[in-house]
């Protein structure tokens, strides 16, 4: 889907989203010659954003990329709106996408890692819905609470995220997690997606992509929802009043999940 | 300088109980070699229940080791004289069970290891973290316990390190009571209560593993506990089992109490399967009742029956904490109160779990290295309490 | 300890220094009969990497690899620097054999060759992908 502009390569240029989020990021890899490099990107960039996806400008926000070499701040939070309304039972793009993505086992057991889920709620006395269930990146985040080596931790910009560098594979966080999103890895890995390392003895969930955010794109379950025809995730910035997801937080009731925990979860549900 | 010289008899016992202890050891070593080589697939562990058989061994041993050096603190922190001569014993179960709980719970790690990135990465805010702290400073209060207990010379500081000891343990087993109390997501955990549950925990299973290597340690060398001892000893175990039969009712009668946790209550106590039958058969029957039948009974008093009830005791430990913390995993997270709840994670429904060998192996294992230090820590150095070795053989026997 | 006893042992002794300064001159003795320069000991044997240089030149990566890598990995896990001159990913799609795509797989390869010889413990592929990023796509087509 976002193929549109030139292919990632290891130094490549972003693809995807806005022209302007493209001609940002590129700039800073030569510290000398910026100008002339990001003229020269705000040109072709400007033709690319015919070819730009329109769902991708709903979903996505015009923000301001970041160059590689920045780190990501607090002024950002990274969050997503779910619409149940729109996400069908029949449907699992979201989890198909995922598991492509980030390179895990297709087959669903106890033991293999699920990073996103479809859950099937049937109220008692009333009718079925479905939602994807996935880490809901909490901003009070009862695993890096109790991660003894702290590579359990939420970066600057709200993801949640482990660093299996420093993972001792205890599965505490696994206990700690209210929505069941972590997932351990029992068995040896291979063929790992080159942006997405993962292995054996190590704890892992949803990372909101942030591999693809970073660059500009969107996760995969938002990109896979929306190339269904459902369009059922918002992702964006929350922090960004201007931003799509903040506007439509502002216009329809939606909620956290285990809201009474206070954990104030980055992403939001509407119409359970 | 005191020598004590072993009958060979003796000697070769020893060996045997040695080569005995490391075989067990050694195979605990292999299942965790299993389980790191192949990964915990070939566990009965999933992403629903993550801890299983060998954190019930692991913290069974931790909380029974802060347990056992209460008989300790008994003598040098309440003065009580005949449980001083004791002291020295309880100081090396309590290093033992804690080395061997430790070697379960870290070989179980998904990366053991790392275990020096464990030992320089801190996240304070963690239970897990101030433990690895407490753990090591256990260790090196305890031994510096010892020394005062064991070196005449330091015999004087020996009750402010047995009040170190008995402090620390306290704040201990708090901690361990913690790593469950702190936890929000699930049903069984989050509870206050928590905490002061594995602190009378820990002096019921510690002073019930005291008594089983005591009566052993006392037949080996046919001696005889004085009864007057034996009935203080015994009576403060039926207290402590009524404790912890208490604060478990007041838990699970508390839950009941709110509707939210009726479910998870009724699964525990009465249709969960595996669950009810350990608590009320293994834990209640077995570990609770039947031992305070053996302690309060005219008709049982002898030295053998209380060393049953010990026994009962620790197979009802073993039995709650299979409950507590398996029991406590297997019932689902409630994400969606008033929904019934369907996916490819398993939410909405109960976990299966079954030990299996590579666990089982671990855990024994541990109490393989438990065993093992506390036979060769016997045999090094003068732990059997002294004083009862005054009295010729036979003697005082009921 | 009697006289014959304390004699016996002192000889034992001497066997096990003797022993001790055979077994640890033999690497420095192991030099080949021509003398100094040529070795007997095997070096390792690494594919070259694609054309071009390396980020940084060969003495200082042999020293200090890891600790660009260590670093790194802090900066781009916890700050999301995604800076591609020290990155890992950069590494293995440079030094990747041309011929595997890999740069574990055989004593050839680029990391594990060195790896290997020294008999340092490679953890990083226990996670991270060994295969350039084209290689690793085409290893997925060839898997479905």
């Keep these: 889907m976002s193929a549109a502009g030139p292919s990632q390569g290891a130094k490549g240029a972003p693809s995807g989203g806005s022209a302007a989020a493209s001609a940002a990021s590129v700039g800073a890899h030569r510290p000398k010659g910026v100008d002339h490099a990001r003229r020269q990107i705000l040109a072709w960039g400007a033709a690319m954003a015919g070819v730009a996806i329109a769902p991708g400008i709903t979903l996505f926000d015009l923000a301001h990329g970041r160059p590689p070499s920045e780190p990501a701040s607090r002024t950002k939070r990274w969050g997503m709106l779910v619409d149940i309304n729109r996400c069908s039972t029949d449907c699992n793009a979201c989890v198909v996408a995922c598991d492509k993505e980030n390179g895990l086992p297709i087959a669903k057991t106890a033991t293999s890692a699920q990073w996103i889920r479809k859950?099937?709620?049937?109220?008692?006395?009333?009718?079925?819905?479905?939602?994807?269930?996935?880490?809901?990146?909490?901003?009070?985040?009862?695993?890096?609470?109790?991660?003894?080596?702290?590579?359990?931790?939420?970066?600057?910009?709200?993801?949640?995220?482990?660093?299996?560098?420093?993972?001792?594979?205890?599965?505490?966080?696994?206990?700690?997690?209210?929505?069941?999103?972590?997932?351990?890895?029992?068995?040896?890995?291979?063929?790992?997606?080159?942006?997405?390392?993962?292995?054996?003895?190590?704890?892992?969930?949803?990372?909101?992509?942030?591999?693809?955010?970073?660059?500009?794109?969107?996760?995969?379950?938002?990109?896979?929802?929306?190339?269904?025809g459902h369009h059922a995730i918002l992702f964006g910035d929350l922090n960004d009043t201007g931003s799509e997801i903040s506007k439509r937080i502002a216009a329809v009731s939606s909620r956290q999940l285990r809201a009474d925990l206070k954990l104030d979860t980055g992403v939001r549900y509407a119409g359970i | 300088m005191n020598r004590t010289t072993f009958a060979r008899s003796e000697s070769r016992w020893f060996w045997a109980l040695t080569f005995l202890g490391g075989a067990v050891v050694l195979t605990g070593l292999l299942a965790a070699h299993t389980m790191e080589v192949h990964g915990h697939v070939v566990t009965g562990m999933d992403n629903q229940v993550v801890w299983g058989m060998p954190h019930v061994f692991a913290i069974f041993m931790i909380v029974a080791a802060s347990g056992v050096l209460n008989v300790a603190s008994i003598g040098s922190v309440f003065g009580q004289a005949a449980y001083k001569a004791r002291a020295p014993l309880s100081g090396l179960l309590c290093l033992a069970l804690l080395v061997g709980g430790l070697f379960v719970l870290m070989l179980d790690l998904g990366r053991p290891e790392r275990m020096v990135v464990a030992a320089t990465h801190y996240n304070f805010k963690s239970v897990f973290a101030w433990n690895v702290f407490l753990y090591s400073g256990m260790f090196a209060i305890v031994g510096v316990y010892l020394w005062t207990l064991m070196e005449p010379r330091l015999g004087v500081w020996s009750k402010p390190a047995g009040l170190a000891a008995f402090a620390w343990r306290i704040v201990l087993t708090t901690g361990t009571g913690s790593i469950f109390a702190f936890l929000v997501a699930r049903q069984a955990y989050g509870s206050a209560l928590l905490?002061?549950?594995?602190?009378?925990?820990?002096?019921?299973?510690?002073?019930?593993?005291?008594?089983?290597?005591?009566?052993?340690?006392?037949?080996?060398?046919?001696?005889?506990?004085?009864p007057p001892l034996a009935r203080r000893m015994r009576n403060l175990l039926g207290l402590f089992i009524v404790s912890v039969l208490y604060l478990t009712a007041v838990y699970h009668l508390t839950n009941l109490y709110f509707a939210k946790?009726?479910?998870?209550?009724?699964?525990?106590?009465?249709?969960?399967?595996?669950?009810?039958?350990?608590?009320?058969?293994?834990?209640?029957?077995?570990?609770?009742?039947?031992?305070?039948?053996?302690?309060?009974?005219?008709?049982?008093?002898?030295?053998?029956?209380?060393?049953?009830?010990?026994?009962?005791v620790v197979a009802g430990a073993f039995a709650l904490l299979y409950v507590f913390i398996i029991g406590g995993q297997a019932w689902p997270l409630e994400i969606f109160p008033g929904y019934r709840v369907e996916s490819t994670f398993g939410d909405g429904h109960v976990a299966a779990y079954a030990p299996s060998v590579p666990e089982l192996l671990l855990g024994i294992g541990g109490l393989g290295v438990a065993f093992l230090v506390t036979v060769v820590g016997v045999r090094v150095l003068r732990f059997l309490p002294q004083d009862d070795l005054q009295q010729p053989a036979g003697a005082d026997a009921r | 300890m009697s006289r014959e006893r304390s004699m016996a042992?002192?000889?034992?002794?001497?066997?096990?220094?003797?022993?001790?300064?055979?077994?640890?001159?033999?690497?420095?003795?192991?030099?080949?009969?021509?003398?100094?320069?040529?070795?007997?000991?095997?070096?390792?044997?690494?594919?070259?990497?694609?054309?071009?240089?390396?980020?940084?030149?060969?003495?200082?990566?042999?020293?200090?690899?890891?600790?660009?890598?260590?670093?790194?990995?802090?900066?781009?896990?916890?700050?999301?620097?995604?800076?591609?001159?020290?990155?890992?990913?950069?590494?293995?799609?440079?030094?990747?054999?041309?011929?595997?795509?890999?740069?574990?797989?055989?004593?050839?390869?680029?990391?594990?060759?060195c790896h290997s010889y020294a008999a340092v413990k490679l953890d990083c592929f226990e996670c991270h992908a060994d295969r350039a990023k084209a290689a690793s796509a085409a290893s997925v087509e060839k898997a479905k």
């Excluded at chain 2, 009378?200 to 037949?219: D, E, N, R």
């Excluded at chain 2, 293994?282 to 039947?290: H, K, T």
């Excluded at chain 3, 070795?39 to 694609?50: F, I, N």
């Design chain 2, 261 to 312: 946790q009726v479910a998870f209550v009724r699964f525990i106590l009465v249709d969960g399967g595996v669950y009810p039958l350990l608590f009320w058969g293994g834990y209640v029957l077995v570990g609770s009742l039947l031992p305070l039948v053996l302690i309060y009974h005219p008709r049982f008093g002898s030295a053998r029956s209380m060393l049953a009830a010990s026994l009962l």
């Design chain 3, 9 to 113: 042992s002192s000889l034992r002794r001497r066997w096990a220094l003797l022993l001790a300064l055979v077994a640890f001159a033999a690497p420095v003795m192991a030099d080949g009969p021509a003398g100094a320069g040529t070795s007997r000991v095997p070096k390792p044997t690494v594919a070259a990497a694609a054309a071009g240089s390396c980020v940084e030149d060969t003495a200082f990566m042999r020293r200090n690899h890891m600790r660009l890598i260590r670093h790194q990995r802090d900066l781009t896990v916890h700050e999301g620097i995604r800076t591609t001159q020290h990155s890992l990913a950069n590494c293995v799609n440079c030094h990747a054999d041309p011929k595997t795509g890999r740069v574990t797989g055989s004593k050839d390869a680029f990391c594990e060759g």
């Design chain 2, 195 to 226: 905490a002061p549950l594995f602190i009378v925990m820990s002096f019921a299973w510690g002073l019930a593993v005291f008594l089983v290597v005591q009566s052993a340690m006392y037949v080996w060398n046919d001696r005889v506990v004085p």
């Design chain 1, 119 to 228: 859950v099937e709620l049937k109220d008692m006395r009333g009718a079925t819905k479905s939602l994807p269930m996935m880490c809901q990146h909490c901003a009070e985040p009862p695993c890096v609470d109790v991660c003894p080596t702290g590579a359990s931790f939420k970066r600057a910009d709200g993801i949640v995220l482990v660093d299996r560098h420093t993972c001792i594979g205890c599965r505490y966080c696994m206990m700690a997690c209210p929505y069941k999103a972590r997932s351990f890895v029992h068995e040896p890995v291979s063929d790992q997606k080159p942006d997405v390392p993962r292995g054996k003895g190590c704890v892992e969930s949803c990372t909101l992509c942030v591999h693809r955010i970073d660059r500009d794109q969107l996760p995969a379950c938002v990109e896979a929802c929306a190339s269904s």
